[in-house]
């Protein structure tokens, strides 16, 4: 248990930090583009968090099954725990959701602080529909939450997968990235150790693409609403 505990330490000093700089820009950025583009940065660092923590609890349930899967007595006594551990893994219902929104990270640093509200509103005010857009996907949970490619930091539209980390990556971008490093490419999540990126091990990922597609079309359609409004 000493890891877990190790772990709630580090993550407890990661929200603290990830406060501080939210603290500061508030509190230093006085132009409102240059805090929108601060907060967008802060916000897709949240993200990766979001997606390191997601990682270990599906591995903790996996485990915990595989477990409890060798100590029932019916157990065989045969079976290839690898395999079963990775099909665990696969079927944790939290493995294949996107959504960070309910990572209690997410809900601490990002989620109904008050700040956030505060800068929305002042914001609004002024009339900037980007700021308005962020100011929602911040406030807002439940929704789906498009996957942010890790280079260029925009919502991906052609999602890649990789078949032995199971990052998702925008495919230009990251043969793009891997073209460029020649055969060194790391994952470039934070925290992912596969540190050997190749363009072979990337599938398309059809069943994403068809979420982000409805996803984008209602934020278009949202758009022109609001635009029908004025
Ligand atoms: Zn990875």
């Not at 248990?1 to 929200?15: S, T």
């Not at 409102?32 to 907060?39: F, I, S, V």
């Not at 956030?116 to 002024?126: G, M």
């Not at 949970?141 to 925008?170: G, L, M, W």
């Amino acid at each position: 248990m000493a890891l877990y505990e190790r772990l709630e330490e580090n993550l407890d000093k990661c929200i603290r930090s990830l406060d501080i700089w939210k603290q500061l820009i508030n509190e230093n950025c006085d132009d409102e583009q240059e805090k929108r583009m601060e907060m967008e940065k802060l916000t897709n660092c949240v993200k990766s968090y979001c997606d390191i923590d997601k990682q270990i609890k599906s591995t903790e349930n996996a485990l915990r099954k595989l477990d409890e899967k060798m100590n029932d007595p019916d157990s065989k006594g045969s079976e290839d725990i690898d395999h079963l551990f990775q099909e665990y893994l696969q079927d944790d219902p939290t493995a294949s959701t996107n959504n960070y929104k309910e990572s209690p990270l997410w809900k601490k640093v990002i989620g109904g602080h008050s700040d956030v509200v505060e800068v929305r509103q002042k914001k609004s005010k002024i009339d900037d529909t980007q700021f308005e857009e962020l100011g929602d996907s911040l406030l807002c949970s439940n929704v789906f939450a498009p996957p942010i490619d890790p280079i260029s930091k925009t919502v991906i539209q052609h999602p890649y997968k990789n078949k032995r980390c199971k990052h998702v990556y925008e495919y230009g971008t990251i043969s793009n990235y891997i073209k460029q490093m020649k055969n060194k490419a790391k994952c470039p999540y934070i925290g992912c150790n596969n540190n050997n990126l190749r363009l072979t091990d990337l599938v398309e990922d059809g069943n994403l693409q068809v979420q982000i597609s409805q996803y984008l079309e209602t934020q278009q359609e949202e758009d022109d609403d609001s635009e029908d409004e004025d």
